[in-house]
T-cell receptor, first 115, second 117 residues
Framework: AQSVTQLDSQVPVFEEAPVELRCNYSSSVSVYLFWYVQYPNQGLQLLLKYLSGSTLVKGINGFEAEFNKSQTSFHLRKPSVHISDTAEYFCAVSDQAAAGNKLTFGGGTRVLVKP | DAGVIQSPRHEVTEMGQEVTLRCKPISGHDYLFWYRQTMMRGLELLIYFNNNVPIDDSGMPEDRFSAKMPNASFSTLKIQPSEPRDSAVYFC???????????????FGQGTRLTVV
């Protein structure tokens, strides 16, 4: 079984400032890691994923995340946010050995970008 | 492809009524998932199918909930009878089952916002 903890439920940030969203996971098996974004009244859209290889992963819209196996973390960062980044962000994991991409989600972090 | 399509986008119903949510997965995907999103419990997996066969329904909260996938291009989630605590956003997602890593992604629909009054 896996669990995902997003340490911040809400993160207010000023436009053009950097932001970091924290994610820690627990799993008895090897996992793939994902960050999804949900804009208001929309579905979930994949930002980026870590499958293997380089621990620094770059995604869409200028986001990146770093996988740290020893700390079981997968924090998401953006060096300069825009108003349009206001959304809820979800960290998720899936079992590497399982087919089908069944996801376990964290509780989400709501990002509010202020002008 | 138009992506995962869910209908309706919004549903308001009275307690005790039957509710049916619909999902059309991306063509060629052989896994389909139903998730529920609430403020209290976040995003939780209800049930998922592989090649139209239910694999794990342990997340289905009660017998009032049922899901079917009669063919590769259509699935339903039914609640009967509905209760106010079923109010939530219900998402459908689909993916390939291959372990080829480039296929490691689940695609989500826009969701159905259900309100039971």
């Amino acid at each position: 079984a896996q669990s995902v903890t997003q340490l911040d439920s809400q993160v207010p940030v000023f436009e053009e400032a950097p932001v970091e969203l924290r994610c820690n996971y627990s799993s008895s098996v090897s996992v793939y890691l994902f960050w999804y974004v949900q804009y208001p009244n929309q579905g979930l859209q994949l930002l980026l994923k870590y499958l293997s290889g380089s621990t620094l992963v770059k995604g869409i819209n200028g986001f990146e995340a770093e996988f740290n196996k020893s700390q079981t973390s997968f924090h998401l960062r953006k060096p300069s946010v825009h108003i349009s980044d206001t959304a809820e962000y979800f960290c998720a994991v899936s079992d590497q050995a399982a087919a089908g991409n069944k996801l376990t989600f964290g509780g989400g972090t709501r990002v509010l970008v202020k002008p | 492809d138009a992506g995962v399509i869910q209908s309706p986008r919004h549903e308001v119903t009275e307690m005790g009524q039957e509710v049916t949510l619909r999902c059309k997965p991306i063509s060629g995907h052989d896994y389909l998932f139903w998730y529920r999103q609430t403020m209290m419990r976040g995003l939780e997996l209800l049930i998922y199918f592989n090649n139209n066969v239910p694999i794990d329904d342990s997340g289905m909260p009660e017998d009032r909930f049922s899901a079917k996938m009669p063919n590769a291009s259509f699935s339903t989630l039914k609640i009967q009878p509905s209760e106010p605590r079923d109010s939530a956003v219900y998402f459908c997602a689909s993916s390939f089952g291959s372990k080829v890593r480039r296929n490691t992604e689940a695609f989500f629909g826009q969701g159905t916002r259900l309100t039971v009054v």
